[in-house]
């Protein structure tokens, strides 16, 4: 799978949660789920500036999992691609999404964008 397939996913995942969210937090999933329109386009920089800020202070377990997700997203954003740090950034927000009851999928390889 791509880095921004999965922003897509995992977006979706928690989208599709119990979790409590509020409007700035649907704007934010929104905004990941952009990521592959920015991509197309060759402006992942402005995917990276439409995201809303987030405090989290709402409900404060959607908005550690949505900048986790946006983290991933970026990981490599301002250096060259790196799998093994795609991969390195996924297992970190896998397991955040696990602790919060979600279950993300098993990636083995992301090998691009």
């Given amino acids: 799978m791509t880095v921004s397939e999965l922003v897509v996913v995992l977006a979706r995942i928690v989208e599709r949660s119990s979790l409590a969210r509020s409007a700035n ?4 999933i929104a905004g990941l789920a952009a990521m592959p329109e920015y991509l197309q ?3 992942l920089d402005l995917w990276e500036h439409s995201i809303p800020s987030e405090d989290g202070s709402d409900n404060p377990v959607m908005g550690w999992l949505l900048d986790e997700i946006f983290e991933f997203g ?3 954003l301002y250096t060259q691609f790196s799998p093994e740090r795609s991969l390195q950034a996924y297992a970190t927000v896998g397991a955040k999404l696990l602790e919060a009851g979600l279950s993300p999928p098993q990636v083995e390889e992301i090998n691009e964008w």
Avoid: A, T
């Fill in 74 to 76: 970026r990981c490599n």
């Fill in 25 to 28: 937090q649907e704007k934010i």
């Fill in 41 to 43: 386009r060759r402006r």
